[in-house]
């Protein structure tokens, strides 16, 4: 038995199946806002903007994205059949970014990002294309607002893993400082006890350490709690 091929609708049979080209309602916008992926990087987030905008806003949808001084990214939804052996992941030309686009159909949307949080900067377009319809300047903002709110998402996410990055540096700083001053008391507290040198201080630390398998900063908060090194049977302290 041999598997059927399934092949993607061409644009045409995209359109008509279409219902919302042309005829949006708020529902259809907020569709394609809550399939948009939360995700630091744009190309992830923008495809995700194209997919479904091709569902619930427009009959296709296409994304140029230049990130910094890397390689263009372009994306198109949907996927098209072409019969002449063509690429069938891109859009026909009046349809992808940086072409002249077919009068009265298209409405395409630039857009930048400017670099921060240690990111490049990213900038490039998206097309909005319907078939059988003219776009008229509601379909203008809408394609912007959603464009806005996909750059949104990308800086809140970038936002979000800055912050967490600062707040893990801080943590571990914060731990640093505490351990650094526990085993400085712990070593003075050793040189008075046992009338030994800084080094010799340090070593028994260790010794100790090694001998009971727990980190030198535990062993140090030990000697100041306690005053001194608990005795056990290697080093008889």
Same mark, same amino acid.
């Given at each position: $038995?041999?598997?059927?091929?399934?092949?993607?609708?061409?644009?045409?049979? +995209?359109? %008509?199946? $279409?219902?919302? %080209? /042309?005829?949006?309602?708020?529902?259809?916008?907020?569709?394609? *806002?809550?399939?948009?992926?939360?995700? %630091?990087?744009?190309?992830?987030?923008?495809?995700?903007?194209?997919?479904?905008?091709?569902?619930?806003?427009?009959?296709?949808?296409?994304?140029?994205?230049?990130? /910094?001084?890397?390689?263009?990214?372009?994306?198109?939804?949907?996927?098209?059949?072409?019969?002449?052996?063509?690429?069938?992941?891109? =859009?026909?030309?009046?349809?992808?970014?940086? $072409?002249?686009?077919?009068?009265?159909?298209?409405? *395409?949307?630039?857009?930048?990002?400017?670099?921060? +949080?240690?990111?490049?900067?990213?900038?490039?377009?998206?097309?909005?294309?319907?078939?059988?319809?003219?776009?008229?300047?509601?379909?203008?903002?809408?394609?912007? =607002?959603?464009?806005?709110?996909?750059?949104?998402?990308?800086?809140?996410?970038?936002?979000?893993?800055?912050?967490?990055?600062?707040?893990?540096?801080?943590?571990?700083? !914060?731990?640093?400082?505490?351990?650094?001053? %526990?085993?400085?008391?712990?070593?003075?507290?050793? $040189?008075?006890?046992?009338?030994?040198?800084?080094?010799?201080?340090?070593?028994?630390?260790?010794?100790?350490?090694?001998?009971?398998?727990?980190?030198? +900063?535990?062993? !140090?908060?030990?000697?100041?709690?306690?005053?001194? =090194?608990?005795?056990?049977?290697?080093?008889?302290?």
């Amino acid at each position: $038995m041999t598997d059927a091929i399934v092949r993607p609708p061409t644009l045409s049979q +995209h359109a %008509a199946t $279409m219902p919302c %080209a /042309g005829s949006c309602s708020v529902r259809d916008i907020e569709d394609v *806002t809550r399939g948009i992926v939360r995700s %630091a990087e744009p190309a992830v987030v923008l495809s995700s903007l194209a997919r479904y905008s091709h569902l619930a806003f427009s009959d296709a949808c296409a994304i140029e994205l230049s990130e /910094g001084t890397d390689a263009l990214f372009q994306v198109s939804f949907p996927i098209l059949d072409t019969d002449d052996g063509g690429d069938d992941t891109v =859009l026909p030309e009046t349809a992808r970014p940086g $072409m002249e686009p077919l009068a009265g159909r298209t409405v *395409t949307t630039a857009f930048n990002s400017a670099s921060g +949080h240690g990111y490049a900067s990213f900038a490039g377009v998206a097309v909005h294309t319907w078939i059988g319809h003219e776009p008229t300047a509601d379909d203008a903002i809408i394609a912007r =607002l959603l464009v806005d709110y996909a750059l949104g998402i990308v800086q809140r996410e970038r936002l979000a893993r800055s912050v967490a990055s600062a707040e893990d540096r801080a943590a571990k700083l !914060a731990v640093e400082l505490i351990t650094s001053r %526990a085993e400085g008391e712990a070593t003075g507290l050793l $040189m008075a006890r046992h009338r030994v040198t800084r080094e010799e201080a340090v070593s028994m630390l260790r010794q100790s350490s090694g001998t009971t398998g727990r980190p030198v +900063h535990e062993v !140090a908060a030990d000697v100041v709690r306690t005053r001194d =090194l608990r005795p056990h049977s290697q080093d008889g302290w």
